[in-house]
């Protein structure tokens, strides 16, 4: 079974400054990706970044990143030069290894970006 | 183009009656899944649908639930005889097979409010 765990229920952030979002993981599979979901206020889930087990380099879109460190079993989210929208929940995710691409999810760290 | 689609966006139903939760995938989408967010929690996984594969049921939490998806297409999230726990919202979401990731996309949400 896979489990993710998001240590952080809330965090602040200035404007302008980068911020990281912790997130590890525990799977017994050698193959898996992992995924980060922004939910605002609205409700909706939008997808940001992923990194697959295999990956050697770390996930880049815009400006999100993700810190993965394999041996460790983390895949923090890194997202620089905040800006006011980016306060909503973030939630980290790992798919299983397989033809199952069934995500387990944690519990989410609720971001607030200050003016 | 569309996204994922969900109906309805609300609904309001007496304990012990039973409800249908609607999901359109988007178009090509082979792979379709439910899952349930409660308050203040991330997301549960209920059931996965993939091609004409018999769907992954694992995360369905009583035989009060049940799924269909007709036409390899939309997709019907039934609960009979609600009871008060099943108050969450329920998302579904949509992805390629076959994609380079896995990515899935998601919908708006029905939020589920027995009384």
């Known amino acids: 079974a896979q489990k993710i765990t998001q240590t952080q229920p809330g965090m602040f952030v200035q404007e302008k400054e980068a911020v990281t979002l912790d997130c590890t993981y525990d799977?017994?599979?050698?193959?898996?990706?992992l995924f980060w979901y922004k939910q605002p206020s609205s409700g909706e889930m939008i997808f940001l970044i992923y990194?697959?087990?295999?990956?050697?380099q770390n996930a880049t879109e815009g400006r999100y990143s993700l810190n993965f460190q394999k041996a460790r079993k983390s895949a923090n989210l890194v997202i620089s030069a905040s800006q006011l929208g980016d306060s909503a929940m973030y939630f980290c995710?790992?798919?299983?290894?397989?033809?199952?691409?069934?995500?387990?999810f944690g519990k989410g760290t609720l971001l607030t970006v200050n003016p | 183009g569309a996204g994922v689609s969900q109906s309805p966006s609300n609904k309001v139903t007496e304990k012990g009656k039973d409800v249908e939760l609607r999901c359109d995938p988007i178009?090509?989408?082979?792979?379709l899944y439910w899952y349930r967010q409660s308050l203040g929690q991330g997301l549960e996984f209920l059931i996965y649908?993939?091609?004409?594969?018999?769907?992954?049921k694992s995360g369905l939490p009583s035989d009060r639930f049940s799924a269909e998806r007709t036409g390899g297409s939309v997709s019907t999230l039934t609960i009979q005889r609600t009871q008060q726990e099943d108050s969450a919202v329920y998302l579904c979401?949509?992805?390629?097979?076959?994609?380079?990731?896995?990515?899935?996309?998601f919908g708006p949400g029905t939020r589920l409010t027995v009384t």
């Open positions: 178009s090509g989408h082979t792979a």
């Open positions: 649908f993939q091609g004409n594969s018999a769907p992954d």
């Open positions: 995710a790992i798919e299983s290894g397989g033809s199952n691409y069934k995500l387990t």
């Open positions: 990194q697959g087990s295999y990956d050697e």
């Open positions: 799977t017994s599979d050698q193959s898996y990706g």
């Open positions: 979401a949509s992805s390629y097979s076959w994609g380079e990731q896995g990515e899935q996309y």
